[in-house]
């Protein structure tokens, strides 16, 4: 079948390749013309594992071309995607359909009859009835359908979710626009991939909830980390002991400093913000962004106590800049919020990424940036792992701890485990972890001492609440109250 997969960015580009990879014939559409020649060189504009590849061998095959003109690909073509951008608006957080209007508008003025269009963005309930009238209006022929097939791919792991996906939703009412989309995906579900038959507004709701739940565990287990700090319990624990139940599934609940990424922030405001609309409250969805956001701001004070209390003149190594590993993506990541907090807290901060460094120079001023880890503790009085790379957890910590200045290890991910940092030296603090009585002080274990100071347990330490807030857990503490 054909596709024109409209927006080739991190959802049209993967969606177009992966349909191309299962034999479809795809045209790439985008605007920006930069992009699109670089796709044309070989060159392709987002980090995602497997991706370049994916692209290499459907060009060569003939199956996947690019374009910047829809109408140019348009004769002939089955399917039109629409997978532009819908960013937030400003101020409520309202997903902006601009991009989509455009979209639908070019479409109808140029799509064969009998097309079917369908929106991978996400978009509030009820967009698919605007994408109608717009394709429509535009449109000589009155039979083209508008169908819902919301996207869940995950960045970093997003052709193995397109591959293998836990479900397809399509959203229509329209018996012969539901068979063409399930000839697309016929090579999915022949392998035994669940299509799920509903409505377009349906449609577009699941992907909206789906979202709105699974940054509604993180958003619990962050909370939940914050209080075995205050118990002297063990989050991974807690976790572990939760995932357990099938009900609730191990997935989703590991402690960090907040969720980050260009849809959980974006499609919780966005649901918020229909939901707005039509006078339903929606407190759960409003507490999981307010504990997030608070979380991302307590996390620059965490290390502040971590260090005695002042980074003032410090050097801080700030190891990870992507809001999650194996993607360049740094948006609303957490690790934007924490080094301006650091900076504004006088520190002086070093920062490495294995692929984000540079889409986070947007974003980041007077944050000088290293070759690799070890490069970027050089002489550090802290390092904070923000982004859980497995290239971090492959690293040589007595050769880190040798490099800096002051060996306090943060570790806002858990990743590392903690027997192999106390015993190169580090002081140890992580999250959802109650520290052990140890004095407070941010100058521990300088160059050559072996004293091991962990300030969070696994064991059952007899802390009080005092120690707990004023060793490392305070900041979450005090954050608590903030949500
Ligand atoms: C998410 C949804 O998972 C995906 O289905 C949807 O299509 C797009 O949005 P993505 O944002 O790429 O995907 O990444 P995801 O793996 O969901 O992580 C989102 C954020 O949550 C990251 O900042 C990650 O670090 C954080 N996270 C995730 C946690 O803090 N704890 C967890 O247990 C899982």
Redesign the pocket.
């Known amino acids: 079948m054909k596709v024109v997969m409209v927006g080739s960015g991190y959802v049209g580009l993967v969606s177009g390749a992966c349909f191309a990879e299962l034999g479809h014939s795809v045209v790439c559409v985008d605007k920006d013309t930069s992009k699109i020649s670089d796709l044309l060189k070989g060159r392709t504009p987002i980090f995602e594992p497997g991706l370049g590849e994916m692209i290499d061998r459907n060009i060569a095959a003939d199956r996947l071309s690019f374009s910047v003109s829809i109408a140019e690909a348009a004769l002939g073509t089955d399917a039109f995607f629409i997978a532009v951008g819908t960013p937030p608006r400003p101020g409520d957080g309202e997903a902006d359909l601009a991009y989509v209007r455009a979209a639908a508008a070019e479409i109808g003025a140029c799509a064969p009859p009998r097309t079917v269009v369908v929106t991978k963005s996400t978009v509030p309930v009820g967009t698919g009835d605007m994408v109608e009238s717009l394709v429509r209006a535009a449109h000589a022929h009155q039979d083209v359908e508008v169908v819902s097939n919301p ?6 792991s997003a052709i193995r979710d397109f591959m293998r996906p836990d479900r397809i939703v399509i959203g229509t009412d329209s018996f012969w626009a539901g068979s063409v989309m399930e000839e697309l995906y016929q090579p999915l579900t022949v392998q035994g991939a669940t299509l799920l038959r509903t409505s377009r507004r349906t449609a577009e709701a699941i992907k909206y909830a ?2 709105a739940f ?1 940054a509604t565990k ?1 958003s619990f287990i962050n909370e939940m980390a914050d209080f075995c700090e205050a118990t002297g319990a063990s989050i991974e624990e807690v976790a572990k002991g939760m995932g357990l139940d099938r009900r609730i599934g191990e997935a ?3 402690a ?1 400093p907040g ?6 922030p974006k499609d919780s405001m966005a649901l918020l913000a229909t939901a707005h609309s039509h006078s339903v409250p929606l407190r759960l969805v409003e507490s999981t962004i307010a504990v997030n956001e608070a979380r991302k701001r307590a996390v620059g004070r965490r290390i502040l106590n971590a260090m005695g209390g002042s980074v003032h003149a410090r050097k801080v190594a700030v190891l990870g800049l992507t ?2 590993p194996n993607t360049d993506d740094v948006r609303e990541s957490p690790a934007l919020p924490i080094i301006s907090s650091l900076q504004s807290s006088g520190a002086k901060v070093v920062a490495y990424d294995p692929e984000g460094m540079r889409r986070a120079r947007a974003y980041l001023r007077d944050v000088a940036y290293a070759a690799d880890a070890y490069e970027c503790v050089e002489d550090a009085d802290c390092a904070v792992l923000v982004t859980e790379w497995d290239e971090f957890l492959g690293l040589d910590f007595r050769r880190i701890a040798s490099a800096m200045r002051q060996r306090v290890f943060i570790d806002l991910r858990n990743a590392v485990d903690v027997p192999r940092l106390t015993a190169a030296g580090f002081a140890v603090h992580r999250i959802g972890h109650a520290p052990t009585p140890n004095p407070p002080t941010g100058s521990t274990a300088g160059p050559g001492s072996r004293e091991p100071r962990i300030v969070s347990a696994n064991g059952t330490p007899q802390v009080g609440l005092e120690i707990a807030r004023e060793a490392f857990g305070g900041a979450a503490l005090r954050a608590a109250k903030d949500y």
């Open positions: 996207e869940f791919l995950r960045e970093g789906t979202n699974l993180i989703f609940l590991k960090g969720f980050g990424g260009s849809c959980f809001f999650k």
